[in-house]
């Protein structure tokens, strides 16, 4: 589970800020909220709020930014990606660290990189202790060879093997250590190096990251008729007139003439990337992009299985295709996959999970994923600007976050639960009256009418 995401000169961060998963131990209210691993207790929801340009969308983009990086290196678009408020941050390094839990395991990993210069300067991995101690599993400094920590210790094989490994990367600026570990090697259960697939595997395929504009799953839900039949009665509870969802397979040129060519190719040279980089022999996802939605199925050596959806409507004996649906169709689509998903400890983290959705079903989905999940290790951080689900009785004021702009025009990182609020207190009526900020700050502005 997410423990806490750390981010400092990244867009428009400029400090160290940081969104902790960490509950209160002053609240009582909504205890089935919170999961307990070892003496810690995490949370399962952050919902986030903020003006628009606050910083919101940034701070899901700084998942995305580290799982790029992670898969591809640091891409040549992120040269300018450093808080440019100050002059000297284009010099100064940009620092992101995850902390995290793997079955009861504390880890927290992180790199620092100039993104100007698209250079790496450290990256560090530690296992973190009860006690609030830590012991180093690994450290890259610079342009030296990773170094693993005094702790672990390694047999004369593993040793020789990860020295092979760490003289090898010497000068690898652009890539991380991490991924390096994980590419073709294979570790046997009681290695004592299988702390680096721990912490790469949860980090690549159990954080979800959805934006408004595209939507990423590896879920099989659209891959069997049983599942598209709960779909469909799950969609059904949301009044948006589709009684029905089908799959119907196409080709590469049809998926062609649906969306733009460029897109295509994307999607398949993400896919390829993915398996290279995860050893595996097959890879199926689910995506949603403007105009199309798309099951793709790739196994080595064989052409690629694409199927799209087919959706049918009360009373219509017609066929509609995805494009044809209203945007807030769409938009559950993207969000649907978050409450049929049976992969435990997954953090979904989604951009604007309100674009496009009437309040009343906005809260509809998030009791019913709370519903699905209640008990799992599963969590929601998302962003949004839907008041009314600011609400004591659906989140605790620790799970309420907020996103405000300084007089530096920096994005500042701040909890509801600084506030001293009585349980009684009507939130979304405080927050749209200013007194917890992070809402929009309009000036005065004439306009000039000619006699």
Request: net charge negative.
């Amino acid at each position: 589970m997410l423990v806490k995401i750390s981010i400092e000169n990244f867009k428009s961060f400029d400090k160290k800020e940081e969104l902790s998963m960490i509950s209160s131990s002053k609240m009582q209210g909504n205890k089935n909220h919170r999961v307990k691993i070892k003496q810690t207790q995490l949370l399962k929801n952050a919902i986030v709020y903020g003006a628009n340009a606050s910083g919101k969308s940034n701070l899901v983009a700084a998942f995305a930014f580290i799982k790029t990086v992670l898969m591809e290196g640091l891409p040549a678009g992120s040269a300018n990606d450093f808080c440019r408020n100050r002059q000297d941050n284009e010099t100064r390094e940009s620092v992101f660290e995850l902390q995290f839990t793997v079955g009861e395991t504390f880890y927290a990993y992180g790199f620092s990189a100039i993104l100007s210069q698209r250079k790496i300067t450290e990256e560090w991995l530690y296992e973190l202790m009860q006690d609030g101690g830590a012991h180093q599993l690994f450290i890259r400094e610079g342009s030296n060879a990773p170094a693993l920590g005094d702790n672990v210790k390694l047999s004369p094989a593993e040793k020789s093997r990860f020295s092979v490994y760490s003289e090898d990367f010497i000068g690898q600026d652009v890539q991380l250590f991490l991924p390096e570990m994980n590419r073709g090697k294979k570790y046997a259960k009681n290695s004592k190096l299988v702390f680096f697939t721990e912490a790469f595997g949860w980090i690549m395929n159990n954080i979800i990251v959805i934006n408004p504009n595209i939507g990423i799953s590896n879920t099989e839900a659209y891959y069997n008729d049983e599942s598209l039949d709960n779909i469909s009665k799950l969609i059904q509870t949301f009044d948006t007139g589709v009684t029905e969802i089908k799959t119907k397979q196409i080709t590469i040129d049809e998926m062609g003439k649906m969306i733009p060519a460029e897109v295509v190719q994307g999607i398949f040279a993400h896919l390829k990337t993915q398996m290279r980089m995860t050893n595996l022999l097959s890879i199926q996802m689910t995506w949603r992009v403007e105009g199309g939605f798309f099951n793709i199925r790739i196994k080595e050596n064989s052409d690629p299985e694409i199927a799209t959806l087919v959706l049918k409507h009360d009373k219509s004996g017609f066929d509609f295709s995805f494009s044809e649906e209203s945007d807030g169709t769409r938009r559950l689509f993207d969000l649907i996959d978050m409450l049929l998903t049976d992969r435990p400890d997954t953090v979904f983290v989604v951009d604007e999970l309100e674009r496009s959705l009437h309040p009343k079903l906005t809260e509809h989905f998030l009791k019913l994923f709370m519903e699905a999940h209640e008990g799992i290790r599963m969590q929601m951080v998302f962003t949004t600007h839907e008041d009314t689900i600011m609400d004591q009785s659906l989140f605790r004021r620790d799970e309420i976050w907020f996103v405000e702009r300084d007089a530096d025009n920096a994005s500042k990182i701040y909890s509801l639960d600084r506030f001293k609020e009585r349980y009684d207190k009507k939130l979304s009526k405080a927050y749209l009256e200013g007194r917890y900020g992070a809402i929009p700050v309009f000036r005065q502005f004439s306009f000039r009418k000619g006699e």
